[in-house]
């Protein structure tokens, strides 16, 4: 049976909640919406649940507050944070810090963590769930769509931030040489971080050196930067004392 709500306005502003995990106030957006509403005020309503924590419509909340305008609302009873993300993936979707600081705010330890390692290290949202989750599940997606059902789980969070604190030096350390802060080369090096005989000053060692024309470092594809800091790595060593990171073929 098909259910009706009926849409109600009010001044009292403090009636409306923000939902734990619901994204910040973007202010682009809020500037966008009030310039709107300033022309012509529209009677589309703000969705809360029962609690009067605001579902769908934040930003429009936020501009009549600041515009001393009605705000038009229904209440639709049990709606929660996963009814945000579908209203939300059909709109605007959310981006990667969305859905960290969301689900962080609403007290799941490995986001509010995860959000800790965020504002510690420069990396993007790939690298991120690569230092998280390792080889794991990383390729096909599930990592991924874990981190956005809530899910994430940080297995060795000292182990992440020793993977990330060797990253930080070799981008660093090769700042004006080498584009190392690049998706491809800091997932390639977190990759070859994983094998248990991977000596870090080795590599840089022999980035500092003659070997480095082995690699193709202005290149965005991932399994160039793999051979490459293979090559890199195994340079001058001898057929038995080379470690294989990958099997590629050159």
Known sequence: ?????????????????????????????????????????????????????????????????????????????????????????????????????????????????ALAFRRKYKFTAHVYMYIWVGSKDFGNGASVNAFKNGKLVIDDLKKCHQIAEDLTFMITEFKNELPLHKRPACIAIAEMMEHPKFDLLKLVKNLNSNAVRKLRYNSSVADDWRNGLQKVYNFNMTKKNRITFWTIED
């Open 1 to 113: 049976m098909q259910r009706s709500f009926k849409v109600q306005s009010t001044k009292n502003y403090d009636l409306f909640k923000k939902l734990p995990g619901n994204r910040e106030i973007n202010q682009s957006n809020l500037k966008r919406i009030k310039e709107s509403m300033q022309k012509e005020l529209l009677p589309i309503p703000v969705l809360v649940n029962q609690n009067h924590q605001v579902i769908d419509g934040q930003h429009r909340v936020a501009a009549a507050t600041d515009l001393k305008l009605p705000v038009f609302y229904m209440i639709v009873p049990n709606m929660n944070l996963d009814d945000v993300h579908t209203l939300n993936s059909i709109g605007k979707k959310y981006s990667f810090d969305d859905y960290l600081e969301g689900y962080a705010a609403a007290g799941l330890i490995h986001y509010k963590n």
